[in-house]
């Protein structure tokens, strides 16, 4: 008996496609397909045996989510009626199988986000082109190795984060130096600049100094020499000169402006 298959694709409700007609149901909520020790995504399903490129054999625990694409429910049907499930499953087995091979079983565990990544887009490729579905998430659930494999790698691992540990250590130390001759070398600056600006000070103290002193010298020079004037010392030729009351005035300011004590000065002259 023949058969023809309508290639319209129905969604939820009801529809009446006429007597002696049937409905092939296919599931459009995403499905789930686990490779692990339990049976969530499928109980054919034990953890995968792989080998990594330095030929040594891992165990790997890895669920996906992936959605038939109802554009090519039609293809679906003629290429594996409903049998398709077993299909993903073997093609998504072998992809995960052929990712693992490119990398090292170091890269494992230090490089993990990337394998991740290129087994998703792997498979995603493979199941996309067989089996006319879309993988929507991907998860590289765990990794196990033989416990003295496992060992090393974690001694490595270790290891390199110690390293990693040292050289954070060493450029916080580099920075802290960093800082030390930048702040010498602002002290340096500062002190440099005190010093230039006390000197400059000093120098203008000083000559202030200085200038006051000839301006006082200059004008008792001056007095002097008006005193010296009225009594005739050095006056115009012809004039008679005072010169023993001149003399004796200048000895009686030097004494009174002596600070050390003067012996046998006679008190007239001190009083002139």
């Not at 790997?60 to 594996?80: Q, V």
Request: net charge positive.
């Amino acid at each position: 008996m023949a058969f023809r298959v309508d290639s319209d694709v129905y969604e939820n409700g009801r529809h009446f496609y006429g007597l002696g007609s049937s409905f092939v149901k296919y599931p459009r909520k995403l499905q789930y397909v686990e490779f692990s020790s339990s049976s969530d995504g499928g109980s054919r399903n034990p953890p995968l045996s792989v080998w990594s490129q330095d030929g040594q054999e891992i165990q790997l625990e890895a669920g996906f989510y992936f959605g038939l694409r109802k554009a090519r429910i039609t293809d679906l049907y003629y290429k594996y009626e409903q049998g398709y499930l077993p299909v993903i499953e073997d093609v998504a087995a072998n992809a995960i199988r052929d990712v693992a091979t490119r990398f090292t079983t170091l890269q494992f565990f230090t490089n993990r986000s990337a394998i991740d990544t290129l087994m998703q887009s792997s498979l995603a490729e493979r199941v996309g082109s067989c089996c006319f579905a879309d993988i929507r998430v991907f998860n590289l659930l765990g990794i196990s190795v033989p416990t003295r494999f496992r060992t090393a790698v974690e001694n490595v691992v270790i290891n390199q984060q110690e390293r990693t540990t040292l050289e954070v250590l060493r450029d916080a130390i580099v920075l802290r130096q960093s800082i030390r001759v930048v702040d010498a070398n602002a002290d340096r600056t500062i002190t440099v600049a005190k010093s230039t600006a006390n000197a400059a000070g000093l120098v203008t103290r000083r000559q202030a100094e200085a200038d006051v002193l000839v301006a006082v010298e200059g004008a008792r020079t001056q007095a002097l020499y008006n005193l010296s004037t009225k009594l005739g010392f050095g006056a115009a030729a012809g004039a008679a000169v005072n010169t023993s009351q001149l003399l004796t005035y200048l000895y009686a300011d030097v004494v009174r402006n002596a600070r050390d004590v003067v012996i046998n000065v006679p008190r007239a002259l001190v009083s002139v």
